[in-house]
């Protein structure tokens, strides 16, 4: 078996130097791209460490989840490794001080996101001295039994996935132990420039190995797996000399992009899927990446949080591009310029990799938690876009082993069901299927929109159903009250009758009401003088009998009293007046003839529908201004 | 909607001009082949088509308002024009093959919205077209020099393009059927397949003069855009081995009505078929299983047509009919997405 399957590798790769095409057999998924690398520019020169800027701005959300609050003020002296920003309110990671200094401002700054807006943040003025609380987090160095206890440390640490994803990483462990068979341990760093990973495993190896055992651990996993990718021998060597004496298994995958991606590397290192719609921790499955480790390790055994990280600066518009250990907080701009760029940066950086990177409306934002790439290529003229011809190199290059030329058919013709049908949301936007585009067809752009829009009509579908819902809640409760009623009168003017042929004088059956009435409450709450209730007034009794005199002289509408008013709006309520008189006249009609009543019930539904309609439009203009006001802080 | 920048920022550098180039220069063994068997009148042809495409497209282009130059210069009608002019008689007249070039591009792309909106294959339409409306001048084949024992001089072949005939030979001479409608023929008039095989237009291999190496040259040509990635093997592999299951199973019982395998792959516009025509993305099935699918959809046709068919050659209708099935195809050969059970 063993040597079959090396001599198809070996024919393989045989086969690739004709057909260099041929290497996507030599791995687990489908699809995949060998873009140019270019790794080696910041992998030539060292890296950069201990860089104290003037000022750090750490927006209060650097992970996904909700916004932490500020914990200091502004003029504060903020000491390193000091938490300055948390929240109790929902899933969140607290930020610390990348080093000493003082608060000069909690405001909007601009933060590395595709929307480019500005976000909360606070901003320390540093002062040098880098003074710093050890063990901030009170550990005692012990690795955490429990994965309860090292949710607690990490949770604490604002440790988040450091990959790009920016989950907090708390969130992400189970809370039983044994959930996890395996533990994966990303290094595969597939993206092109990025080394930043690569630097960390050469450098730190042994800090990730042991955060990896720490995890291992804690969670009761029965393998470790690393899967590093085989164009970063160096990383590969000092990785395996750190596992040597442990369990872990260092595990050379091939160079291709997306081999970092969950799935992929899963699909690879196990050679199980993932099923849609489920995480990776359903098949017994936790990734980590490298880095996320290594900020375990340090939040474990020194009680230190997560206030720096490994970046990568670097780009084909940079003289020296390098690797730096930077403070959180620390400018892209400033970063940049250390590299020397061949021309004045006045393009956008890209957060990121080229392939699934952000492009900067303001370059002057900081490093986050989840910032593993500070990018500087200057722009290239724009390929004209052209129609899809189907030859399918999408469709070839994609992981996930979807029709991207059927998504953009589709998502270009607003056919949104289509669209979903084609399975967009299992879509992982990684930008393969534009890269081999000949086109030059944005592909992943109208996958993005069609996501959104698909989100946006779904969101309404759900509020027109619930408006509809109610609706018909409330015919159903109009008609209860209208049964109901027409009980009590009957069962009255029986009462009444009886009384009549008791009485030797005939009244106006309203009055026989009122007293029938009056009669009846006074029967039945003998006390409610005694206990100081109100007793009806012979103007309440004249209302009552008034009242019902109108429901006598008109059963069928007489009953619609004023709807008891639930904010609707205007034109949803017409509509319903609308209804429910066409719904009446339904009844009336339905003794008569028998025919003319489902007709009319189906007019009232439409009726009924137009108006859930009507009230669903006016909530989704409301529901968009709502949204626009919560996603100004994503 | 597009915003300017999103990811990702790099690219692979393919173009569709790269594409189109490519399936171009894999033509060329085809070509040379072509005129060394059958003379200079394909680069007449050719010249001529070329020109005719260029006045049509500006002026659809134009007429659409569409930008004239990056259209113009996408290279797909080069492809259109590779289809058409390898299955006209290389010497027929000028006007054949400008009114099948026009028709082609302005019916079957044009009309319908451009490169990549389009149903039907073009080159195919126009061929279809030119069938149905000038059957006598579409039947007209120059014989290969090995038959006619002539080898035509370029201006031979000018003069007989666009005058119709040339003063020093006999025109019966160098023109005549197919060797498809040869055996066809010969077939309707009681000689069985083998026979004809024996006769001057085979060679000792009993499979065409001529015809034969072209195909070979298609294929050739073939096998380098499959290396490039100019097409995809599903069309090919699906065509080639339908054709061979089909003719070798009615060679091995019927071999006096059927004719042998090689016979069907070499002559005619198989590889041609096979590699340039069927191959064309946009007019096909998209899907990996739904190309092969499609392809041998077309093979079935044509071996159909071929045999039983009012034409000596079907590529053309059964790729015209194979087009129609193709939102068909598509959606029930969809590839099963990760994630999802097997
Ligand atoms: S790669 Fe581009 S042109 Fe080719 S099928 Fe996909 S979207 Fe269409
Ligand atoms: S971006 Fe989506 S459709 Fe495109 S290759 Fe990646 S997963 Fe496939």
């Known amino acids: 078996m063993q040597v079959l399957s090396s001599l198809k590798v070996a024919f393989i790769k045989w086969v690739s130097r004709l057909y260099p095409m041929a290497k996507r057999n030599l791995y687990q998924f489908h699809g995949g791209i060998f873009p140019q690398y270019h790794k080696e520019l910041s992998l030539s020169h060292p890296l950069k460490r201990g860089i104290i800027p003037k000022t750090l701005v750490l927006p209060l959300r650097q992970h996904l989840g909700i916004r932490t609050e500020a914990k200091v003020k502004v003029g504060d002296r903020v000491l390193k490794n000091q938490c300055i920003a948390d929240t109790e309110k929902g899933l969140s990671a607290p930020i610390h001080a990348p080093t000493s200094g003082t608060v ?33 987090l009170a550990v005692d160095g012990a690795h955490p039994d429990s994965p309860v206890a090292l949710k607690e440390i ?14 907090p990483t708390f969130a992400k462990l189970p809370e039983k132990r044994n959930t996890v068979k395996a533990l994966l341990v990303n290094g595969a760093e597939c993206e092109p420039f990025i080394t930043c990973d690569d630097m960390l495993m050469q450098t730190h190896a042994d800090e990730i190995v042991k955060g990896a055992q720490i995890v291992g651990h804690a969670l009761g996993v029965e393998q470790i797996i690393c899967g590093i990718e085989d164009n970063k021998q160096k990383a590969i060597q000092s990785f395996s000399k750190a596992c040597a004496d442990t369990e872990i298994q260092v595990h050379p995958v091939m160079t291709v992009y997306p081999m970092g991606g969950q799935t992929q590397l899963i699909q690879e290192l196990l050679g199980i899927e993932v099923p849609s719609e489920h995480h990776a921790i ?101 390929e004209t876009v052209m129609p899809c011809i189907r030859c399918g190199e999408c469709m070839d290059a994609c992981p996930i082993n979807l029709l991207p030329q059927q998504l953009y058919w589709h998502s270009r013709n607003h056919e949104f069901d289509q669209v979903e049908k084609l399975k967009v949301f299992d879509c992982i936007e990684c930008g393969c299927c534009s890269f081999v585009c000949p086109s030059h067809i944005p592909l992943v752009q109208y996958y993005r929109h069609a996501k959104s829009t698909i989100k946006d009509i779904r969101q309404k579908e759900a509020m027109a159903e619930l408006a509809q819902k109610r609706h018909e809640f409330k015919l159903d409760r109009i008609a209860r009250e209208k049964a109901e009623r027409e009980a009590r009168i009957k069962a009255k003017k029986a009462a009444v009758k009886q009384k009549t042929a008791q009485k030797p004088q005939a009244k106006s059956s309203a009055a026989a009401a009122a007293a029938a009435k009056a009669a009846a409450l006074k029967a039945k709450k003998p006390s409610a003088t005694t206990e100081g209730q109100p007793v009806l007034s012979a103007r309440d009794k004249a ?90 802080d994503t | 909607m597009m915003a300017p920048i999103s990811s990702p920022f790099t690219h692979n550098n393919n173009s569709v001009r790269k594409v189109m180039l490519n399936v171009q220069l894999a033509a060329l063994p085809a070509l040379f082949t072509h005129i060394y068997f059958f003379g200079f009148g394909i680069t007449i042809q050719w010249t001529l088509a070329m020109f005719t495409l260029i006045a049509v497209e500006t002026l659809m282009l134009k007429l659409r308002s569409r930008p004239v130059w990056p259209y113009l210069t996408d290279f797909s009608g080069l492809i259109t024009v590779t289809g058409l002019v390898f299955c006209i008689p290389p010497e027929a007249p000028w006007w054949i093959i400008v009114t099948g070039i026009t028709f082609a591009i302005i019916f079957g792309k044009h009309l319908y919205g451009g490169l990549g909106y389009n149903p039907f294959n073009p080159a195919m339409l126009g061929f279809a077209f030119l069938l149905i409306s000038f059957p006598y001048e579409m039947t007209q084949w120059t014989l290969p020099t090995q038959v006619s024992g002539h080898f ?27 060797p498809l409608d040869e055996v066809k023929t010969a077939l309707s008039t009681g000689v069985p397949v083998p026979v004809t095989l024996e006769g001057e237009s085979f060679n000792r291999f009993r499979i065409p003069y001529g015809w034969a190496a072209v195909n070979i040259a298609f294929f050739i040509g073939g096998i380098w855009m499959l290396m490039s990635r100019s097409i995809r093997w599903q069309y090919p592999a699906g065509f080639l081995i339908t054709m061979i299951i089909l003719s070798a199973t009615f060679n091995w019982f ?40 499609y392809a041998s959809g077309i093979a079935v046709l044509v071996y159909v047509i071929r ?36």
């Open chain 2, 254 to 293: 019927d071999p006096e009505n059927y004719a042998p395998v090689r016979f069907h792959l070499l002559t005619g516009g198989l590889m041609l078929a096979a590699f340039f025509i069927i191959t064309d993305p946009v007019t096909s099935s998209t899907t990996p299983l739904g190309r092969f699918i």
């Open chain 2, 152 to 178: 035509l001089s370029f201006m031979d072949s000018f003069n007989l393009i666009f005058t119709g005939h040339i003063h020093t030979i006999p025109l019966d001479q160098i023109t005549g059927a197919t």
């Open chain 1, 543 to 632: 209302i009552a009998a008034a009242k019902k005199r109108t429901q006598k002289a008109k059963p069928s509408t007489g009953t619609e009293s004023k709807a008891p008013s639930d904010k609707q709006p205007d034109a949803r309520q017409k509509a319903m007046e609308a209804a429910r008189q066409r719904r009446n006249q339904a009844k009336t009609a339905e003794d008569s003839t028998d025919k003319a009543a489902p007709k009319d019930s189906k007019s009232a539904q439409a009726a009924a529908k137009r108006a859930a309609a009507v009230a669903a439009a006016k909530k989704r203009a409301k529901k968009t201004t709502e949204k626009q006001e919560s996603n100004d």
């Open chain 1, 104 to 136: 000069v401002a909690i405001e909007p700054r601009y933060k590395p996101h595709p929307s480019g807006l500005k976000k909360l943040s606070i901003i320390i003025e540093t002062d040098g001295l880098d003074e710093s609380i050890e063990n901030v």
């Open chain 1, 154 to 167: 990490v949770h604490q640490a604002g440790i988040v996935g450091m990959g790009g994803a920016g989950f």
């Open chain 1, 282 to 382: 359903d098949v017994g499955v936790l990734m980590m990446n490298v880095a996320t480790l290594r900020a375990i390790y340090h939040a474990v055994t020194f009680g230190n949080p997560l206030i720096s990280r490994f970046v990568t600066i670097s780009g084909l518009g940079l003289e020296e591009p390098f690797n730096a250990e930077a403070l959180l907080g620390t400018s892209f701009l400033e970063l940049a310029e250390m590299a020397k760029p061949k021309q004045p940066i006045d393009y956008p950086l890209v957060q990121g990799g080229p392939l699934m990177g952000t492009a900067l409306h303001h370059n002057n934002v900081p490093i986050i938690k989840t910032t593993n790439c500070v990018l500087a290529n200057p722009p290239k003229p724009v």
């Open chain 2, 307 to 342: 045999n039983w068919g009012g034409f000596p050659e079907g590529i053309a209708f059964a790729v015209l009919i194979m087009n129609m099935f193709v939102p068909f195809i598509d959606q029930y050969t969809q590839p099963r997405v990760v994630g999802y059970r097997k």
